[in-house]
């Protein structure tokens, strides 16, 4: 095995758990990386911490550019990756030393597009180091076809399936394809359009990828008005699988979506932020607009009900009943 392989790593206030990061990739049993480091705008020493390894190191590559977030930093490393595959590493997450000889393994092994691997949360004050095996056998290897990943989003794999960072892509998924900039929940925004592209992917339930849960990440931070973005994010595979008449998928994306704007309804109700009430009635309005979508597919006769209470119902009196509904939800708890 000699291609190469693109990592990128965007990184952002992430000063304290940088180097962990970049040298759990560094010291790979796999060589053959073009790391490139996306500083994006970070006003901490995370740049002075790239350069330093950038010395040390001539596959790494360092970029500085402002602070446009996530997607944009994945973007930018998209534009001048040169490797026959692509990996994305978050910055304060890790990875096994074996990562990258193991998922291009399965690739090559399996005529794959895609590997993927397990992945382990950490918590941020869990000291926690990854075994180091010499066997790097897996035996656990499951190969699927695109529809097959792809109602993966939509059961209990959704974890392992919809995030990017666990994953060793062939780059050609990414041509014309980019992560949509300014959105949180970027993954759910673009993994099932990359899915597509692949014929197969081979998955591994071996767990060689780290997660660091923060209670100061993006993800850790609770419901805020980003979270939405995920509202947009079904509402387009719904959008692309009719495009592609895929109509099983178009199916459960949709019953997704209504589910998920009823759990935000809830979330925000719960919530303290700022223009609440507003965005309840968002919510409210958006759901009623969606009806007509949401009674395509068949449905039981309480969820019929439910529509019919949102359809013809007052803005105003649909909020009171859900208040009303979770106060005595906590008189019962």
Sequence with gaps: M????????????VEKYLSKCIESIINQTYSN???????????????????????????????RKENGGLSDARNAGLAIATGEYISFIDSDDYIHLSFYEVLLGLILT????????????????????????KDLT????????????????YNLNYGDTVVVWNKLFKSNLFTNLFFPKGKVHEDELTTYQILYRANTVAITSKKMYFYLQ?????MGQGFTIKSLDKLEAYYNQIQFYNDNDLFELKEKATKSLEGMIKATINRVIKSNFENKTRVL????DYYKMNVHLFS??????????????????????????????????????
């Design 2 to 13: 000699d291609q190469k392989i693109s990592v990128i790593v965007p990184i952002y206030q």
């Design 33 to 63: 990386l073009e790391i490139i480091l996306i500083d994006d705008g970070s006003p901490d020493r995370c740049f002075e911490i790239c350069d330093k390894y950038a010395s040390m190191d001539k596959r790494i590559v360092v970029i």
């Design 110 to 133: 399996n005529d794959a597009d895609i590997a993927q691997c397990g992945y382990q949360i950490v918590e941020e004050n869990q000291e926690f180091t990854p075994p180091i095996r």
């Design 138 to 153: 897996i035996e656990d290897v499951v190969v699927l076809n695109k529809l097959d990943i792809l109602h993966n989003l």
């Design 214 to 218: 923060r209670s100061d990440s993006i």
């Design 281 to 284: 009635n968002c919510l409210i």
């Design 296 to 333: 395509i597919f068949p449905s039981p006769k309480k969820m019929k009900i439910t529509r019919n209470l949102f359809r013809y119902t007052p803005v105003f009196i649909i909020r009171w009943i859900y208040k009303v509904v979770n106060i005595r939800r906590k008189v019962e708890y």
